[in-house]
């Protein structure tokens, strides 16, 4: 059985510190990612529904949506050698890896009609912590860097990620173009039913 209490927690923790310090993203990124380390230091929480690939495309399962759209957080789901297109996001993110590995290229624009400067690569792996902002760097391409298994990483957005207007480009030509991303799921999972432990507190009637 899940440990579901573990992702509770931590929403609990974020939206406390959304509270406090929402319009500072520093400490939303460095506090954040201390809270994001100790839930992806966990691999037993993530419900089984959240971790499906696709044969085709890399999945972005939402996992929980603040409900003023301050924050989300979500479950990017790799097959083997599936990555993104160049892409940025507008807003302060997180990365955190739980299983398998990524492998990051960041991208800066250059002059118009040119192509982009590649920045360098970087290995994610299981328990690291990348961050992505129009401020530290929000340009990136990412892939699966296993071609025979599974990765899956956890990213915590300041906003509502799957409807935000973004940009994807051409690294040839540095040419953008907007997209939405949306999910990959209609559903959340289910991560508030605490019945059964309350039940389990019930002392029968003698």
Not at 97 to 114: P, T
Not at 126 to 136: A, L
């Amino acid at each position: 059985m899940k440990n579901i209490a573990r992702f509770r927690h931590f929403v609990a923790e974020f939206t406390r510190l959304t509270e406090k310090s929402g319009d500072d993203e520093k400490t939303m990124l460095d506090a954040g990612s201390k809270l994001l380390g100790e839930l992806i230091k966990h691999d037993d929480w993530l419900p089984d529904e959240c971790a499906q690939p696709h044969p085709q495309y890399y999945q972005q399962y939402l996992l929980h949506c603040d409900p003023l759209e301050r924050f989300s957080v979500v479950s990017f789901v790799w097959g083997p050698g599936q990555k993104t297109p160049v892409h940025d996001h507008t807003v302060w993110g997180m990365v955190g890896m739980m299983r398998g590995a990524e492998s990051c290229r960041r991208f800066e624009r250059s002059a118009a009609g040119k192509p982009m400067i590649t920045g360098e690569t970087a290995r994610l792996l299981p328990g690291e912590i990348d961050r992505v902002s129009p401020t530290v760097g929000d340009i990136h391409e990412v892939a699966n860097a296993h071609d025979d298994r599974v990765s899956i990483s956890i990213h915590v957005y300041g906003a509502n990620i799957g409807a935000v207007r973004r940009h994807v480009f051409d690294p040839a030509t540095g040419i953008d173009k907007p997209f939405v991303s949306g999910y990959s799921s209609p559903q959340l999972p289910n991560v508030w039913d605490r019945s059964a432990e309350v039940r389990a507190t019930i002392t029968p009637a003698s």
